[in-house]
């Protein structure tokens, strides 16, 4: 399914406007709200073949544009102040437009960071992960770099989607936890690929 523009929101943050491209399913049963990697935007190929997957799956999308984007700026805020915006959206989305039902939170890259950090925060029913970036290129030998931590401590189901040949690593399934692994890099251009392993877990998981 294909992704229009979608209804544009401006929501408040602590750290300045966050924008939100919402696209709402004709009945839907569940909404999930998606963030963007560090130095890109909510067009990245995996969020908007994502975002097809849920709305043919008659989940509500909403994909969310940090403070720092919308200011203009491509490098990103502190770890503190991302959770912190991310975490205002969310609220008010439940509060508004996307009501109380189940929740998933994701993203790409940093974004699925963010939503693993803040996941028991939001409320989150499932958690989902595009290119979780393990760690930091050629430092996987390296645990003290490691981003796994923040992928264990999620207690609600997660699919993660890798890229086969991702330098930024590949994490392991855990009880709980998909990894689907698909043809490509960090990049995640497989959109077909990455439709399908989103749409297969949205139908077991939520």
């Known amino acids: 399914m294909s992704v229009g523009p979608g209804t544009v929101l401006d929501p408040p943050t602590p750290h300045g406007p966050a924008r939100v491209h919402l696209h709402p399913a004709a009945r839907p049963r569940a909404a999930l709200?998606?963030?963007?990697?560090?130095?890109?935007?909510?067009?990245?190929?995996?969020?908007?073949?994502?975002?097809?997957?849920?709305?043919?799956?008659?989940?509500?999308?909403?994909?969310?544009?940090?403070?720092?984007?919308?200011?203009?700026?491509?490098?990103?805020?502190?770890?503190?102040?991302?959770?912190?915006?991310?975490?205002?959206?969310?609220?008010?989305?439940?509060?508004?437009?996307?009501?109380?039902?189940?929740?998933?939170?994701?993203?790409?890259?940093?974004?699925?960071?963010?939503?693993?950090?803040?996941?028991?925060?939001?409320?989150?029913?499932?958690?989902?992960?595009?290119?979780?970036?393990?760690?930091?290129?050629?430092?996987?030998d390296d645990p003290a770099r490691s981003r796994l931590p923040e992928l264990d401590a999620v207690?609600?189901?997660?699919?993660?989607v890798q890229g086969e040949r991702d330098p930024f690593g590949m994490p392991p399934d855990a009880p709980g936890r998909t990894v689907a692994r698909v043809p490509g890099t960090h990049a995640l251009r497989s959109s077909a690929a990455v439709a399908a392993a989103v749409a297969g877990w949205l139908a077991d998981a939520i």
């Open 155 to 160: 207690r609600v189901p997660v699919l993660v």
């Open 33 to 140: 709200v998606l963030g963007h990697g560090a130095g890109g935007g909510v067009g990245a190929p995996d969020l908007v073949a994502a975002a097809g997957a849920a709305l043919a799956a008659g989940v509500s999308v909403a994909l969310v544009e940090q403070p720092y984007r919308v200011a203009g700026r491509r490098s990103p805020a502190p770890a503190a102040q991302l959770d912190a915006a991310w975490t205002a959206v969310v609220g008010a989305l439940r509060d508004g437009v996307l009501g109380d039902g189940p929740l998933v939170a994701g993203g790409r890259s940093s974004g699925a960071r963010v939503a693993c950090r803040t996941s028991a925060e939001v409320g989150a029913a499932g958690v989902l992960c595009l290119a979780f970036p393990v760690h930091a290129p050629g430092r996987g």
